[in-house]
């Protein structure tokens, strides 16, 4: 990508930029970017402060496909990291195969798929306070284990987001202009229940993947609660979707967690 013009947001986009500035570490940054609206912003700070950094996205292998088409053409550049279990190569529905389905409380799979890479290292995320009440205590630089987490954009309100993507005309995934205002898994179990229930009409082989895996586990696992939520795998997914509380009190989906958008 190359440089591009500041039109608007001259305030906030001075702030990050002095944030991204002062926080430089030696080996330069290490960027989680999920090829959503806020990370392509932090690419475009983290550009136009002229620091060194590369870009590095988890497969979550439960992106939209649009994620995916947008990261190739728009930044082949960015490393693309396949997600593993135990050394091997895997994917979401292994991962339900063998741990059963994630919810709010028992989120497996965002260590497995989100939370992976940048250890040791400056890891820049696109974590904003506006997102949602859980991330309004959220810091601009804060330790999290062994990475330290630069959230450049944490004061950003959505609109200051799209100003600066509309302002230097970057390209982001179509997905937004379909009605969705946020990316990331299909079926997350943080997102509030009326976009999970969008996602299980929406992605038709993710809901039958889904099935398969959690037969398996069925199968492996005949004590489990799971049966508590019904009595065939299409049964036991339509009640794992529609369980979450429609918003949170901020009248937002509740994303704590979520790496960036
Ligand atoms: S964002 Fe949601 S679906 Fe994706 S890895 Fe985290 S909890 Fe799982």
Request: hydrophobic share 30%; charged share 25%; net charge neutral.
């Amino acid at each position: 990508m190359t440089q591009t013009l500041i039109t608007s947001n001259g305030t906030l986009i001075t702030q990050s930029i002095d944030h991204i500035k002062k926080h430089q570490p030696k080996d330069g940054y290490y960027l989680a970017f999920s090829g959503g609206k806020d990370s392509i912003v932090c690419y475009d700070l983290l550009e136009k402060a002229g620091v060194d950094f590369e870009a590095h996205h988890a497969i979550t292998s439960i992106d939209p496909k649009e994620v995916g088409i947008f990261l190739r053409k728009y930044y082949p550049e960015v490393e693309r990291h396949h997600p593993t279990y135990k050394g091997e190569p895997t994917n979401f529905y292994k991962l339900v195969s063998m741990k059963g389905l994630p919810n709010r409380h028992v989120r497996w799979c965002c260590a497995y798929l989100k939370e992976v890479g940048g250890t040791g290292r400056t890891v820049v995320t696109g974590v904003r306070r506006a997102e949602s009440n859980k991330r309004s205590g959220r810091l601009v630089y804060q330790k999290f284990g062994n990475k330290n987490i630069l959230n450049p954009i944490v004061d950003w309100k959505d609109n200051d987001v799209w100003d600066l993507i509309h302002d230097n005309e970057l390209p982001y995934p179509s997905l937004y202009d379909n009605g969705h205002d946020r990316i990331g898994c299909i079926l997350c179990p943080l997102m509030c229940v009326h976009k999970r229930i969008r996602d299980y009409y929406e992605h038709p082989a993710h809901v039958r993947a889904l099935e398969r895996a959690i037969e398996i586990f069925l199968s492996t696992r005949p004590e489990s609660g799971l049966w508590n939520w019904g009595s065939t795998p299409k049964e036991i997914i339509l009640s794992w979707v529609t369980s979450t509380p429609t918003t949170d009190e901020s009248g937002q989906c509740n994303l704590e967690g979520v790496t960036s958008e």
